[in-house]
């Protein structure tokens, strides 16, 4: 059973930062990214990353949120500076081996939107940045 394991969320105050880790099990994925979600809103995309290690974020964290792998331990990074209070929402770790570039897990985002791109979730973890 494929397992997605997230960790290191918290509450923190503005300005901050926080590291997410995201341990998969059993398979090497090919592409790999954190999605959040609000309460109220719809899960967005923050961050893919693929087996070559190419990256994109999306523009409201781009320069604050940094996407890693560890392909050894098969864990995805999240490291988070400059948090805002916007930020607040549950962050999710999602991985797929379908999609073998960014911009094949981009397209099919656009395709087949954010829950039909990635097989694979962990249960998340709640991020709290506060004013």
């Known amino acids: 059973q494929v397992q997605m394991v997230e960790s290191g969320g918290g509450l923190v105050q503005a300005g901050g930062s926080l590291r997410l880790s995201c341990a998969a099990s059993r398979y090497t994925y090919n592409t790999m990214g954190w999605f959040r979600q609000a309460p109220g809103k719809e899960r967005e995309g923050v961050a893919v990353?693929?087996?070559?290690?190419?990256?994109t974020y999306a523009d409201s964290v781009k320069g604050r949120f940094t996407i890693s792998q560890d392909n050894a331990k098969n864990t995805l990074y999240l490291q988070m500076n400059s948090l805002k209070p916007e930020y607040t929402a549950m962050y999710y770790c999602a991985a797929d081996k379908r999609w073998g570039t960014v911009s094949a897990a981009m397209e099919a985002i656009q395709t087949y939107g954010i829950l039909t791109s990635f097989t694979f979730w962990g249960q998340g973890t709640q991020v709290t940045v506060s004013s």
């Open positions: 990353i693929d087996q070559s290690g190419s990256t």
